[in-house]
T-cell receptor, first 107, second 113 residues
Framework: GIQVEQSPPDLILQEGANSTLRCNFSDSVNNLQWFHQNPWGQLINLFYIPSGTKQNGRLSATTVATERYSLLYISSSQTTDSGVYFCAAFGGNQFYFGTGTSLTVIP | DTGVSQDPRHKITKRGQNVTFRCDPISEHNRLYWYRQTLGQGPEFLTYFQNEAQLEKSRLLSDRFSAERPKGSFSTLEIQRTEQGDSAMYLC???????????FGPGTRLTVT
């Protein structure tokens, strides 16, 4: 299967700071998605981004499929951004998830 | 717009009992996936349906686990003779055929005592 590695595993930010989360994957993928998991366990779709760059408000993502990585940028972080961020690479018929980046934003 | 729904949201059971979970996908989605997530880990793939056909099943899934999607709409996941190691969050996701973008339900949290 596809190996997915996320870094950093943990991140603590002051409110208002910017951050970059990285996702490396071991093989060609058909899809890559970024999710935010809320404290109740719900996975919330952030981006569907097999390649290229997308932006949604303070969040943006870039996937360079040929180099097998994706980046999630969070600008002007807010306390509500706290939680675990997962990237998931789709190959074959399933998603392969990384172990996540746990983000804590301090007021 | 109704998203993916799962029932129950929480289940506490004693070791050795059988449990069944239900997932209702987004109405026009014909692909349905089950995942399991333990504390501190990312979700792990269990099985995948396209319409009513179960097309893939993880080798990690023991024969105590079975999933069905009889009419290509909702799906059930049954765990027989539960063990404490089965305690986890069970997540369901769905997608449109031809799209790899998955939408997840809220999950069912299983605790085996």
């Amino acid at each position: 299967g596809i190996q997915v590695e996320q870094s950093p595993p943990d991140l603590i930010l002051q409110e208002g700071a910017n951050s970059t989360l990285r996702c490396n994957f071991s093989d060609s993928v058909n899809n890559l998605q970024w999710f935010h998991q809320n404290p109740w366990g719900q996975l919330i779709n952030l981006f569907y981004i097999p390649s290229g760059t997308k932006q949604n408000g303070r969040l943006s993502a870039t996937t360079v499929a040929t180099e097998r990585y994706s980046l999630l940028y969070i600008s002007s972080s807010q306390t509500t951004d706290s939680g675990v961020y997962f990237c998931a690479a789709f190959g074959g018929n399933q998603f392969y998830f990384g172990t996540g980046t746990s983000l804590t934003v301090i007021p | 717009d109704t998203g993916v729904s799962q029932d129950p949201r929480h289940k506490i059971t004693k070791r050795g009992q059988n449990v069944t979970f239900r997932c209702d996908p987004i109405s026009e989605h014909n692909r349905l996936y089950w995942y399991r997530q333990t504390l501190g880990q990312g979700p792990e793939f269990l099985t995948y349906f396209q319409n009513e056909a179960q097309l893939e099943k993880s080798r990690l899934l023991s024969d105590r686990f079975s999933a069905e999607r009889p009419k290509g709409s909702f799906s059930t996941l049954e765990i027989q003779r539960t063990e404490q190691g089965d305690s986890a969050m069970y997540l369901c996701a769905s997608s449109l055929q031809g799209s790899y973008e998955q939408y997840f339900g809220p999950g069912t949290r299983l605790t085996v005592t």
